[in-house]
Every structure is written in C-alpha cells, then in structure tokens.
C-alpha cells in the first residue's frame, strides 16, 4: 500500500486528472451513497453537495460545508490498505456546536474544539478490516489528525485535515516502527520526538496541501 503514504498523491491526483469514487454508508441514518467527487483531477461541486447532506449532524438534519481534502484522506487511506471500492462505514462526521456540547457532556473523549464541528473529520470503521491498519496508514500519511478507538463497541478511526496528531499515543519503539527512517512529527508516550522530527515538519509544510504541525 505504498502508494497510498505518498504525500503528494492528492496532488498527483489532480496532475494526471484522477477520477475517484468513495463508497459511504451511514451508520445512523442508513444511507449509502455512491459519490464520485474528484472527476478528472477537480472536485465536483455537485457531489460534495451531495456529501454535505450525507454527512450532516444527524440528530439536527443541519448539514456543513465539509472539506474535500477530507474525502481524499478517507479515500486513500482505505485504499491503501487494500479496500478498493468497498463501502466504508461512517460512524459520526458533522457535529453542530450543540450537538458536540451534548457529546462532550457525556464523554471526556470528545475534544471542546473537535474537527468534527469544522467539517473536516470523520469516524469510520469497515466490517472484515483491522482498523489498526487504517490507524497507522492514516499516521504514515501525516495529513492531519488520527483517533484510534479499539474498545468502542464497533471499533474505528477518526480521520480528520487538522493538525497532523495522533491518540491515544504510540510507545517510542511503535513508532519507530511505523518510521523507521525516523521522520515523523507524531510523538510518542514518552513525548520524546523521533530524530526526523524537524525534517518531517518542514516536508509537511512544504507539501501545501494544508497540513500543518502545531509545536509539541
């Protein structure tokens, strides 16, 4: 699944006119949708209309305008660890302020200031697929945040286009692991950074695809 840990594959994407179709069901309302947003390299305006709907705040019917770099991370991540054109299960997307308020009273793992109320994460999780492996093909693409939650009662992934983080966090040796040549900005438990800390987060800003690194 190499190809999907390129960091240019967006953009590489747009350069030879990719057209990519994402494949969702939605855990809540039961939907699906077939949404082919990225047509010969642009997005479809259309589609990610489409996609604002399909993945509104469900419990307000209020949709958002979600961000498309979203759908590009979802999709590649899957596809990098072999789903092909299998649906992928959503679990939670969209979240007005209210309806994260009221999450947030229930749970201490629901962030004050989720991606989720900026349109820019998804929960997901895919029957037959070890959601360890989207977790860590998510790390190795270093686009924004990743959320592994291997105890909820259907285990997923959080994906989401904000800063480039990662929890519950990996042992030093995990990580190490995961890159090997050490370039990195996840941190580890011990909140040692790996030695490719700093060149990791000059190539992450030098990409431009939005992705960025707060200081640890």
Request: glycine share 8%.
């Amino acid at each position: 699944f190499l190809f999907a840990l390129s960091p240019s594959l967006t953009e590489t994407a747009v350069a030879n006119g990719d057209t990519r179709t994402i494949y969702l069901h939605h855990a809540h309302t039961g939907e699906d949708i077939a949404a082919t947003y990225l047509v010969n390299g642009q997005y479809d305006s259309n589609v990610l209309k489409q996609l604002n709907w399909f993945l509104r705040d469900w419990r307000r019917d209020e949709p958002t305008n979600m961000d498309p770099r979203l759908f590009d991370v979802v999709w590649e991540a899957y596809r990098g660890a072999g789903a092909g054109n299998q649906v992928i299960n959503v679990v939670s997307a969209y979240r007005s302020p209210e309806t994260n308020a009221m999450l947030r009273s229930r749970s201490r793992a629901v962030a004050k200031y989720s991606q989720h109320m900026l349109g820019k994460a998804m929960d997901t999780t895919m029957p037959g697929m070890p959601m360890s492996h989207i977790r860590e093909i998510g790390m190795r693409m270093q686009r924004g945040g990743v959320g592994y939650y291997p105890t909820a009662n259907t285990p997923f992934v959080h994906l989401d286009v904000g800063n480039v983080r990662s929890w519950p966090r990996m042992s030093y040796d995990q990580l190490v692991r995961l890159f090997p040549d050490g370039k990195t900005v996840h941190l580890p438990t011990n909140g040692q950074p790996l030695p490719g800390y700093e060149q990791a987060r000059a190539e992450i800003e030098a990409r431009g695809d939005g992705a960025f690194v707060t200081a640890p």
